[in-house]
């Protein structure tokens, strides 16, 4: 189906000290696609200083045939070590595959490409905005997948206090 994945962590553009708020580096994939491909990414790893609020954000951009700019952002008195990001391409007409990116703490989801409600849904964060106050403790979760969508939400338990939260998901039919 033309899959290409692949990883990077911050530590390959820069030392986790001194912190740094944003990399943004150039992704080249392995083979060239045909045409400009869908792009999905996640976080595989985080590490910011515990008396700071979490912040973090990933972003792929300027996507092309060739590459993809993968922008690692957090914002204001976030103190970003290291971050590592999974990242999956392929071919963006592919049949029987959806993906795409939300925020928020729950929501809706629309498929346009299935005939039948989707065998696999993946999801992952690509955003967290978090309380320094309160323990980091989110997961995120699909439900009610049918052919036309499905519904995801973002739970927390304990003390946690996200303010904001992003996923990516990835739909197969």
Known sequence: MGFQT???NT???????????NTMCWIPFERPYDA???????????DT????????????????????RLYIHSWRETRLYTAGVS???YPAEAPGIESGNFLGRWGDVKFTKFNKPPSRVMVAFNKIDCNKNFNLR????????TKG????????????QPYDCGGAYIALE
């Open 87 to 89: 990242w999956l391409a």
């Open 36 to 46: 400009i491909p869908a792009v999905v990414l996640w976080l595989n790893s985080l």
């Open 6 to 8: 692949g990883t990077f």
């Open 149 to 160: 969508g499905m519904g995801w939400r973002v739970d927390t338990w304990g003390d946690s």
């Open 138 to 145: 989110l997961t995120v979760k699909c439900e009610g997948i």
């Open 11 to 21: 530590t390959e553009d820069h030392p986790p000290e001194p912190p740094k708020q």
């Open 49 to 68: 200083c515990a008396g700071e609020n979490q912040r973090i954000h990933v972003i792929a951009s300027d996507v092309s045939k060739a590459g993809f």
